[in-house]
């Protein structure tokens, strides 16, 4: 039986106005310098994107304003981008090119890996005048005057930017608001000829900004809108060979294999492995919150409710430590559990004097601060113990218990929380992943999910000293 090979042609896509030579698209060009320049050949179907995002109308200008390219991870959407972008400032197609992330160390690496590319090359390397890698600061300059630079994607990200010809949002399935959105997008507004490029695998339904531009695509009402959708179909069987080979077009290529997608196929839930490999969205990416069903969130909600002394403190930080979080939680009069985000913001310098302070508060008694010293937390926890602070440091089954305990504690409803709009967004926007036969929080490839890790860790420090108490609490 011959090999399955991943479809070059997006299964749903904006069709051209006319037919696409080098005349009326610069994807040939693109697709050229990749080859020429940069030694880079692309695969069939990155070459079929580039000819059809770069479509030209008649006076020589991008018909999009804006590309969405959907397609199952581990296919090479990010290698469309570096060539393009490269293209773009080294011919002077543009001279500001911006790549956000939820993830700042994702956008690191694919800035790094496109300087490799132009650096191999003697001509591009002549060209290049600066690489500044500063946290928070990295450009890539040329003697142009044009730049490449990175940045967090966050509602105040591009406030101080103008001018950006070339703009990429990456995983935009992990936006659960407008903010970034909004905020990145008004820096293309004045550039005439501008190009956003949105990549992403399918979302779920808390996938905001993502949802609406597919739903804007697929009624086409905007014009300068173009949507390259590389999905199985939905309702399709998980083991469709067809499917599989539409949501990956990289498929027997060389950088995807079949038997990779069986490994998925065999360990992942089935949401995670219909959004991630066959690109189809799903109401939620996290089938253990099929619990919210029983008992939604927003039902555990109770805007009054407080937690009785002592409370346990825990700190976590994201993994690119652009912010922090501080929770607590502690009992209640009724028997239940409050959880509450005492404090969410950028950066990690504040923490600290924020934890020395809550602990030494004088109205009000702390037992101890959870920080996991396999966490961007850890270096915390020597300065909070010659502080003389109380260090639980759970251990990797632990953290499953953690996990465990915020479950069954929304099954059995007796969590409560103040609607807090970071720890509803951090829920609405949570994974999972598998250790072994536990399962726990998927932190390290997620956008900002600390208010729920730390919410839950303060939980499990609260009830960690009585189990007993706990399983009567959470009994059948």
Same mark, same amino acid.
């Given at each position: 039986m011959a090999a399955i090979l991943g479809h070059e042609a997006a299964r749903i896509f904006t069709p051209p106005l006319r037919e696409l030579t080098p005349d009326t698209t610069h994807g040939y060009r693109v697709i050229a310098f990749a080859e020429q320049m940069l030694g880079v050949t692309l695969d069939p179907w990155q070459k079929w994107v580039l000819i059809h995002a770069l479509e030209l109308k008649p006076d020589g200008t991008y018909r999009f304003r804006t590309a969405l390219l959907l397609v199952a991870r581990q296919n090479g959407k990010t290698t469309i981008v570096q060539v393009l972008f490269l293209w773009a400032l080294f011919t002077g197609r543009a001279q500001l090119a911006v790549g956000p992330a939820q993830d700042l160390g994702i956008a690191r690496r694919t800035w790094h890996a496109a300087i490799k590319m132009a650096r191999a090359d003697d001509e591009l390397r002549e060209q290049i005048?600066? #690489?500044?890698?500063? /946290?928070?600061? !990295?450009?890539?300059?040329?003697?142009?005057g044009a730049e490449y630079i990175i940045q967090a994607t966050n509602e105040d990200a591009g406030r101080g930017l103008q001018g950006v010809d070339l703009l990429h949002l990456d995983e935009l399935r992990t936006h659960t608001n407008d903010g970034a959105w909004?905020?990145?997008?008004?820096?293309? *507004?004045?550039?005439? /000829?501008?190009?956003?490029?949105?990549?992403? @695998?399918?979302?779920?339904?808390?996938?905001? &900004?993502?949802?609406?531009?597919?739903?804007?695509?697929?009624?086409?009402?905007?014009p300068t809108l173009f949507l390259a959708e590389y999905s199985a179909p939905s309702g399709c069987d998980l083991d469709d060979p067809e499917g599989r080979a539409?949501? @990956?077009?990289?498929?027997?290529?060389?950088?995807?294999?079949? !038997?990779?997608?069986? *490994?998925?196929?065999?360990?992942?839930?089935?949401?995670?492995?219909?959004?991630?490999?066959?690109?189809?969205?799903? &109401?939620?990416?996290?089938?253990?919150?099929?619990?919210?069903? !029983?008992? &939604?969130? #927003?039902?555990?909600?109770?805007?009054? *409710?407080t937690a009785l002394d002592p409370v346990t403190l825990c700190v976590e930080v994201a993994?690119?430590?652009?912010?922090a979080s501080i929770a607590f939680a502690g009992s209640r009069e009724d028997s239940k559990y409050h959880v509450e985000v005492?404090?969410?913001?950028?950066?990690?310098?504040?923490?600290?004097?924020?934890?020395?302070?809550?602990?030494? $508060?004088?109205?009000?008694a702390v037992t101890a601060v959870v920080v996991d010293d396999k966490?961007?937390?850890?270096?915390?926890?020597?300065?909070?113990?010659?502080?003389?602070?109380t260090v639980l440091v759970p251990k990797a089954r632990d953290m499953a218990a953690a996990y465990a305990r915020w479950v069954d504690g929304a099954k059995a409803d007796?969590?409560?929380?103040?609607?807090?709009?970071?720890?509803?967004?951090?829920?609405?926007?949570?994974?999972?992943?598998?250790?072994?036969?536990?399962?726990?929080? !998927?932190?390290?490839?997620?956008?900002?999910?600390?208010?729920?890790?730390?919410?839950?860790?303060?939980?499990?420090? $609260?009830?960690?000293?009585?189990?007993?108490?706990?399983?009567?609490?959470?009994?059948?």
């Open positions: 005048v600066a #690489v500044r890698k500063a /946290n928070g600061q !990295e450009t890539l300059e040329l003697v142009s909004s905020a990145l997008t008004k820096t293309t *507004s004045a550039r005439p /000829n501008s190009l956003t490029i949105c990549t992403s @695998n399918a979302g779920s339904d808390a996938s905001v &900004p993502l949802n609406r531009l597919h739903a804007t695509a697929i009624a086409g009402t905007d539409a949501a @990956n077009p990289s498929l027997g290529n060389g950088r995807l294999s079949a !038997e990779a997608l069986d *490994s998925a196929r065999a360990l992942d839930p089935e949401p995670v492995f219909r959004t991630e490999c066959l690109c189809q969205r799903v &109401p939620t990416l996290v089938p253990t919150w099929q619990v919210v069903e !029983e008992a &939604p969130w #927003v039902n555990l909600a109770d805007l009054n *409710s993994f690119d430590r652009l912010s005492a404090a969410s913001r950028p950066g990690t310098d504040w923490l600290l004097e924020r934890l020395l302070s809550m602990w030494n $508060h004088p109205d009000h966490s961007p937390a850890a270096p915390l926890i020597k300065d909070l113990q010659d502080a003389g602070v007796v969590i409560r929380h103040r609607s807090q709009p970071e720890l509803n967004d951090a829920m609405a926007a949570v994974t999972t992943r598998s250790m072994g036969d536990q399962t726990t929080w !998927e932190r390290e490839n997620a956008v900002s999910v600390h208010p729920v890790v730390a919410c839950s860790l303060a939980l499990w420090g $609260h009830l960690s000293g009585g189990s007993a108490k706990f399983f009567v609490a959470f009994g059948d």
